[in-house]
């Protein structure tokens, strides 16, 4: 079969391999589609840590085609979404619940093959099953769906709270609508993008706006601003220096800053400790998604959560490589890889 390689950092190639066979308790899944995420860029350049040589794609879907022994509950056929996240549940922090904080913790697709490829193997505890009536290209926003419900969870967004959304990428418009459904009455998104800051609108954001501007601070959080001292929760989503550094003067007094965008390994960014003191900022970060994917799997499936609008092009296998190989394209929100397309 094909399957699109990180065989070091730097260097990826679409490859003929052996087809994966289905271990005890595994499924192998036929792929229908596989997201690239900005982790798989990360990833290719070597500021994320993986075990290459491997097969990426850790955000897919697909059609089962055969189940391994000691197998229950799943057959072939069944439309799936895979979880990538494999916890040990043994270490001490799956002892005390934190699944996503395992000491030794095995990303499909990151350390072991992902879903960039014809076909992928998975053990049965990560496959959720989705309604064989399902658009097959929407099974693959269940895993970013299920990160995002994490950071929204954390946020612990009330009934007529404020939120602020920095980023428009799959995240961000993810999480607009997630707040919008927590109860959030005014949700700001903050992109560059006008074509993202529209598409936002549509999608439950009551109002937008550019975060470069010079005076975006006081537009938002000013007497008469669009959010009079702040909101009551910020959630960073686009990964970068300049709005992690923006989101705690965009929260009020007593607010909340939830961090969910990646960036790359080792770089640092400049806070203002006294400032998150004096006005009790609560700081978090999200990791993945402890205990979520089932949640994102059912919003998915109900069509409450809006992912066709997210997408921005399908390709193939082939295609992929240069896809994941450089930045996104302009405008782009997420891409989908078919191996069905080659």
């Known amino acids: 079969m094909k399957a699109v390689r990180l065989e070091a950092t730097g260097k990826l190639a679409l490859r003929e391999v052996e087809q994966p066979e289905p271990d005890i308790g595994e499924l192998l899944v036929r792929v229908d ?25 850790h955000e897919f879907t697909g059609i089962i085609e055969r189940v391994g022994e000691g197998v229950s509950g799943f057959r072939a056929g069944m439309r799936v979404t895979g979880d990538p996240n494999i916890a040990c549940g043994h270490c ?4 005390r619940g934190r699944v996503n904080l395992c000491h030794n913790l095995q990303a499909i697709g990151i350390h072991r093959d992902g879903g960039f490829a014809e076909y992928v193997c998975i053990p049965q505890q990560q496959a959720f099953e989705l309604p064989s009536a399902l658009d097959p290209l929407h099974g693959a926003f269940c895993e970013p769906l299920a990160c995002c419900i994490h950071g929204v969870d954390l946020a612990e967004i009330r ?13 961000g418009l993810l999480v607009v609508q997630l707040a919008r459904l927590a109860g959030a009455t005014n949700v700001v998104l903050l992109t560059r993008s ?18 470069s501007t010079a005076d975006i601070v006081a537009r938002l959080t000013a007497a008469d601003g669009m959010l009079p001292g702040g909101a009551d929760v910020v959630i960073e989503c686009a990964g970068v220096a300049e709005t992690i550094e923006q989101s705690a003067s ?15 390994q080792g770089v640092k960014v400049a806070i203002e400790p006294f400032d998150l003191l004096f006005r009790e900022i609560k700081l978090l970060s999200s990791f993945i998604n402890p205990f979520t ?15 066709e609008p997210l997408i921005s092009r399908r390709i193939g296998l082939a295609e992929a490589v240069e896809a994941i190989s450089n ?8 891409a989908l890889v078919m191996p069905s397309i080659d």
């Open 250 to 264: 965009l929260a009020r007094r007593g607010g909340t800053v939830v961090i969910l965008g990646v960036m790359p």
């Open 92 to 95: 001490p922090e799956c002892q």
């Open 194 to 211: 006008e074509e993202k800051r529209a598409l936002a609108e549509k999608l439950g954001a009551t109002a937008s706006a550019d975060p």
């Open 293 to 307: 994917h089932q949640r994102a799997a059912d919003l998915v499936a109900s069509g409450i959560i809006k992912v």
């Open 33 to 57: 589609a596989c997201g690239i995420c900005g982790t798989d860029r990360h990833l290719f350049l070597g500021e994320f840590p993986s075990k290459p040589p491997v097969t990426l794609g």
């Open 159 to 171: 009934t007529g709270s404020s939120v602020v959304v920095l980023g428009g990428g799959v995240i």
């Open 327 to 334: 930045p996104a394209r302009k405008g782009e929100i997420r």
